[in-house]
């Protein structure tokens, strides 16, 4: 519309002579009239003619021009009707309740045409800008909402892609609050097949959907390596290279790593850029385990430092690890939480309460009602004394496609790859694709690193597992074994798998050839000594031949031990309404 398009006009005035000629002039000047003689009447009218400007004289009966201005505005809602007062009222008093009643101007008496043409005009400008502004804003909220459905769309896949692994495992407990529908944050938690988890924790720079865009290409490589039985320090490389090819310049993710071997009561924990991780001993002192390390996604591959320190755990020792949102959050005066605060917090914790329960119960406290600046995330992991977590692997998702179910597999490793490389993950995965078996990996994994473990370490390394007998042995072996490693040539070790089914499942032979010169086998088999009170001592040998024993149908060597072969019969899962049997 433009200015020159004529208006409809709505006059009420109880003066005939002024209101004819109101409307003689404004017929004059191009626009539609309609007049009225009181307010009442023009309230009734305008629902009908929906007029662009309105003039009321101020003193009427029936109904005055203040009251009718109140109820046409309510009826224009957020359309913009300019409502002019006719008056010749000079006291301000007046004048002030007209512009509350929603009066926008003035028109006094006699009339003047020059002046009622450019008020006119003026008003009519601004109509059309408030017109054209709602008419964005209507754009603007309606895009805004295809967005956010968009998004809530998005989300959805986004979460079965990065979805939680066993972060719903008893041993854990975690918090995650996102500053949108997207979380620059991320939190992941696998089984590993040899026993234990693999959990990561992580913080993109900047917050929302940009920022969770990272967390995609991590999920597919932390939970297919993981599954796959890789170790904490390759999932690091292959995150850290991923991450450096794909980010823009200044985009990083300061995350932290967590390998737990709840048999053995160790922890291996990575930081970078992470605020520190907290160990808490049960019953003893407190221990941070600091940023060591730049942030994912900042130097390439050469120079990256996927080097996880090792701790000795006990049963009830709680790990806490946190985003730094946590530290970031801000209470009415703008002061930050901090480490001094959460270290408070911590020290004066009841007996008994979860740490996470502690902190995100003092972080309430100190921000109230302030809404938080970053997306915040904690996560806590209590050391059990023994955990299984095979459901939770079984519970992964597996591959829709078919797989082979007969086939044969020859794989060998030779010279300096053994010191450089791990087979397990591959061959892994080749039995993986099996229908069915993938909900075995655990027992498919523990038979390869043994017979991998056995091979490598007593047939090429020509190492003896009486050196681990005792704690000093156990760790004078491994140092000499990094050492033999060093120096290995002309060796190698060859699998052979074959797999067929059977009427209920499936078989796997493995077997596995090393290039040594064999070891004795039998007297590796140790069940280990009681002490005085009856509790069996700790043996860092031949508990692996026997745990094959278990799992296998049939485990035999060779007379020189270079060769060793085992049967796994499997069953098939059949999905029963509470889970897998």
């Known amino acids: ?55 009321l004289d101020v ?9 009718a201005a109140r109820e046409i505005k309510a009826m224009a809602g957020e359309e913009l009707v300019p409502v002019i007062f006719l008056t010749s009222l000079t006291d301000a008093g007046a004048l002030a309740r007209c512009l509350d009643a929603g009066g926008d101007d003035f028109l006094t008496k006699p009339y003047n045409k020059i002046i009622i043409q450019a008020k006119l005009g003026a008003f009519n400008r601004m109509r059309q800008m408030h017109k054209t502004l709602s008419q964005q ?27 939680t692994g066993c972060l719903n495992a008893d041993n854990i407990r975690h918090h995650v609050s996102p500053m949108s529908i997207f979380n620059g944050d991320i939190l992941f938690a696998c089984p590993r097949p040899a026993g234990g988890m693999h959990i990561l924790i992580g913080d993109f720079t900047g917050h929302g959907l940009p920022a969770a865009i990272g967390a995609l290409p991590i999920a597919e490589i932390f939970y297919g390596m993981t599954s796959m039985g890789f170790s904490g320090n390759d999932v690091l490389r292959e995150v850290n290279d991923k991450l450096g090819r794909i980010l823009p310049t200044g985009m990083f993710c300061c995350a932290a790593m967590i390998q737990a071997d709840f048999h053995l009561n160790q922890l291996r924990i990575w930081n970078g850029g992470l605020p520190d991780v907290v160990l808490l001993r049960k019953g003893g002192p407190r221990e941070l385990v600091p940023s060591r390390h730049l942030p994912l996604g900042v130097l390439d591959s050469a120079r990256f430092d996927a080097t996880m320190e090792l701790f000795h755990t006990s049963a009830g020792d709680t790990l806490l690890m946190m985003t730094d949102g946590v530290l970031e959050a801000e209470n ?11 270290k408070q917090a911590l020290d004066t914790a009841p007996a008994g309460e979860p740490p996470i329960d502690t902190v995100l119960g003092a972080i309430r406290s100190f921000t109230g009602e302030q809404s938080g600046h970053d997306d915040l995330t904690l996560v806590s992991l209590d050391m059990v004394v023994a955990s299984d977590f095979h459901e939770s692997a079984e519970r992964l998702p597996q591959s829709a496609l078919k797989g082979p179910a007969q086939w044969h597999c020859v794989y060998e490793v030779r010279d300096d790859t053994l010191a450089q490389f791990s087979p397990l993950p591959l061959l892994l995965h080749i039995c993986m694709e099996v229908p069915g078996l993938r909900r075995k990996s655990a027992d498919i994994y523990t038979l390869l690193s043994e017979l991998y473990t056995n091979a490598l370490e007593h047939g090429v390394l ?58 004795d086998h039998s007297s590796q088999i140790t069940t280990g000594a009681a002490d005085e009170s009856g509790n069996a001592n700790i043996k860092y040998s031949g508990r692996g031949l026997l745990l094959m024993q278990k799992l296998g149908h049939s485990l035999r060597y060779s007379e020189y031990g270079s060769r060793a072969e085992i049967v796994y019969d499997w069953e098939l899962a059949i999905k029963q309404p509470g889970g897998w049997s």
């Open 1 to 55: 519309m433009t200015d020159s398009k004529p208006l409809r006009i709505l006059i009420a005035d109880d003066s005939d002579s002024d209101r004819l000629i109101l409307k003689t002039l404004m017929k004059r000047l191009g626009h539609q009239v309609r007049a009225t003689a009181n307010g009442s009447e023009a309230v009734a009218i305008f629902p009908e003619y929906l007029p662009d400007v309105v003039l």
């Open 59 to 67: 003193m009427m009966p029936v109904m005055d021009g203040i009251t």
């Open 137 to 163: 804003r209507d754009l603007i909220r309606e895009r805004n909402r295809q967005l956010l459905e968009e998004q809530q769309l998005a989300k959805r896949v986004f979460d079965n892609i990065a979805h």
């Open 332 to 342: 009415e005066q703008a002061e930050r939480y901090g480490e001094g605060r959460l």
């Open 462 to 519: 020509g190492l003896s597992s009486d050196l681990k007998t005792s704690p000093d042995g156990f760790s004078y072996y491994y140092s000499e074994r990094e050492r033999r490693l060093e120096q290995v040539s002309g060796h190698y070790i060859r699998f052979t798998l074959t797999h067929s089914m059977t009427r209920k499942g499936g078989k796997l032979i493995i077997t596995c050839e090393d290039s040594g010169q064999g070891f």
